[in-house]
């Protein structure tokens, strides 16, 4: 009999909301957190918007932070997020845990990059129109700092925070595109399952609001080029989409073996229930024209869990703003649940946090344990014009009261990753 895997700690920082309260208090009022970019001159780009996170000091979590006043934004983002989850769980004054059984499994990117640096590196090795690289590595030897430059590794938010909560058990981190963070929920809770640990700190923590973040995802045409209404740019599922808004921010949680939580009296904030992961085997960049990864992913949760399509009561859709993702998506779940996908809500959160890439799947599952633990779904906001393509209920607009047990929260990434988890109340 395989080991339920419980959550027991939750923590977020989001655009609109440093708290996992404030964030679920923001999107049930449908407030959204796309604004113009602050964080560096965008004026001449495509796309001149983001949803920043706003406001945010590591001293807050810290009392010495100069450890990571070299670490990027993610990083900060994830200490915030990952001092939440485990301060909720009580994990961190838990004698009894052994370190070497506690782990930390992350979806976990990069954070902004110094292309200011990088612009002054290029300007003092240019000569005569052509670089010089000899002069252009000897600039970089002398102005760039070593630990800015090992943080950029992907691995490195996993490694510092199992040194700052000692946790000694495997530590692994995978960056599979908009997949990420959910895939590493799901593999944590794998690891718990077959008994390699009996505690996992999961989640995410990315930033690509940077010059090379927005210059990437331009030259893919990916990005919404709404300049003239940011907070209206991302429409999920309506017929005027015209491209997805990139996020930032961290999403973490505490997963434990049940037994385990149930020994200790931890708060039990849900369980992981289902895990389904797949590759399209396609393009790198363009889902399957008829979702059949997406397809199989939802289908190998609901196995997983051992759920039919009736038993869901809400899906956190990936729902990114673009015209192939959000119809793709939706064959996807009629394909998985049949007719019974017209009665199962349906609302993508990037309408309002953007998305937040590497992060967006672990705070997508965050906000089906809040929507399961508050009896309320979350909308889709700027759903105006209806697409014949996309014909399923997007909770519109507004927020819906409606108590269900189990939701599932798709997340669907660049290279045909497909992952589907679901998020079930806690039953003893």
Request: glycine share 10%.
């Amino acid at each position: 009999m395989r080991r339920r895997v419980v959550v027991t700690g939750i923590g977020c920082i989001t655009p609109t909301g440093h708290t996992p309260a404030e964030f679920f208090s923001s999107l049930k009022e449908g407030k959204c957190g796309i604004a113009p970019i602050k964080n560096f001159d965008a004026s001449h780009f495509p796309t001149t918007f983001a949803a920043e996170v706003k406001g945010y000091q590591l001293s807050k979590y810290l009392d010495n932070i100069d450890r990571f006043k070299l670490s990027g934004r993610n990083i900060h983002y994830a200490i915030g997020a990952a001092m939440q989850a485990v301060g909720d769980s009580g994990i961190g004054d838990d004698s009894s845990l052994d370190p070497a059984r506690f782990g930390v499994y992350l979806g976990a990117g990069e954070g902004e990059q110094d292309f200011k640096t990088f612009m002054e590196m290029v300007a003092k090795a240019e000569k005569n129109g052509e670089l010089d690289v000899e002069t252009f590595t000897k600039v970089g030897l002398e102005q760039l700092n070593p630990q800015e430059e090992l943080d950029q590794e992907p691995n490195m938010t996993a490694g510092h925070l199992a040194s700052l909560f000692n946790a000694q058990g495997p530590n692994l981190n995978c960056l599979t595109a908009c997949a990420a963070s959910s895939q590493a929920i799901g593999e944590a809770a794998e690891i718990i399952r077959r008994g390699d640990a009996d505690v996992m700190l999961s989640g995410g923590a990315h930033t690509m609001i940077h010059a090379f973040g927005i210059t990437g995802f331009s030259l893919l045409t990916a990005l919404s080029r709404r300049n003239e209404s940011p907070e209206t740019a991302s429409r999920p599922f309506d017929k005027e989409r015209d491209g997805f808004v990139l996020g930032e921010g961290a999403g973490m949680l505490i997963l434990e073996d049940l037994e385990r939580a149930k020994e200790r009296g931890a708060p039990i904030l849900g369980e992981i229930n289902g895990y389904g992961v797949t590759a399209d085997a396609y393009r790198i960049t363009d889902i399957h024209p008829e979702g059949r990864g997406a397809t199989a992913a939802i289908k190998m949760a609901l196995e997983d869990a051992s759920l039919n399509p009736e038993d869901l009561g809400y899906i956190n859709a990936h729902g990114t703003s673009t015209q192939v993702n959000d119809r793709v998506e939706t064959l996807a779940i009629k394909g998985a649940l049949g007719e019974k996908a017209y009665d199962v809500p349906v609302s993508s959160i990037k309408s309002m946090v953007g998305h937040l890439i590497g992060a967006a799947g672990s705070v997508e599952a965050i906000t089906c344990l809040l929507a399961i633990e508050d009896g309320v779904l979350p909308p889709t906001i700027n759903y105006s014009t209806p697409d014949p393509d996309c014909d399923l209920d997007y909770i519109p607009n507004e927020s819906r009261e409606r108590k269900i047990d189990h939701a599932l929260s798709n997340s669907f990434g660049f290279g045909g990753q497909n992952v589907s988890l679901i998020l079930s109340r806690f039953k003893d």
